[in-house]
């Protein structure tokens, strides 16, 4: 009875385990701003969010920025965009494979 009892016990700690070192899975990334125009030499900072498949935001994710055309603006590490020409300009950001939308920012 007691091995039967030690077994159950064993068996659902292990099904109801989790591991703690594994990393959830990125399904989005998705950039957002206050605006979406900026002037030459202004700043504005972006809010990148990655979610996992149940939509649950990751607090984690590292980000890597992807502005085209580069002479347009510039994208720092921490998402802070610099208007540097008048134009338009698209960025996108990485969070492992995963890709967001671009963002569309105009500098005047």
Known sequence: ?????????TI???ACSSDPTSAPVILTV???APKSTIAV???LQLTTIARD?????IPDATFTYAPSPTSVVSVNTSGLVTGLVAGTASITATSGTVTSQSFSITVN
């Open 41 to 43: 030499g202004e700043t």
């Open 53 to 57: 498949v149940n939509g649950v935001t």
């Open 30 to 32: 998705v950039i957002t």
């Open 1 to 9: 009875m007691i091995r039967a009892v030690l077994l159950a016990a």
């Open 12 to 14: 659902l700690l292990t």
